[in-house]
């Protein structure tokens, strides 16, 4: 497999090879077996909460709603202090 990065992350790359004297391969495998996992979980997270929202097993919460109670909740702590 071969995989082209863009300069920067290629020079950020290509120094963590100097600086830990391991080769290139055994960095990304390190590097991808610690994101693939986290990336499935992510995924696996993200669908059930849309299957939650799709089946009306949770109601959505209106964004505007929502911040607009934040902000009175957050001027009603400053007001106190």
């Known amino acids: 497999m071969e995989v082209h ?3 920067e ?3 950020k790359i290509d120094q ?3 600086e830990t004297g391991r080769p290139v391969e055994e960095l990304i495998e390190d590097a ?6 986290e990336l499935k979980q992510t995924r696996e997270t993200l669908v059930g909460q849309y299957d ?4 009306a097993r949770v109601k959505p ?8 109670s934040l ?4 001027d009603g702590i400053v007001k106190k202090e």
């Open 5 to 7: 990065f863009d300069p």
């Open 9 to 11: 992350l290629q020079a």
């Open 16 to 18: 963590w090879v100097t």
């Open 32 to 37: 991808l077996a610690g994101y693939v996992p």
């Open 52 to 55: 939650d929202l799709k089946s």
């Open 61 to 68: 919460i209106d964004g505007e709603a929502f911040f607009d």
């Open 71 to 74: 902000r009175q909740r957050e």
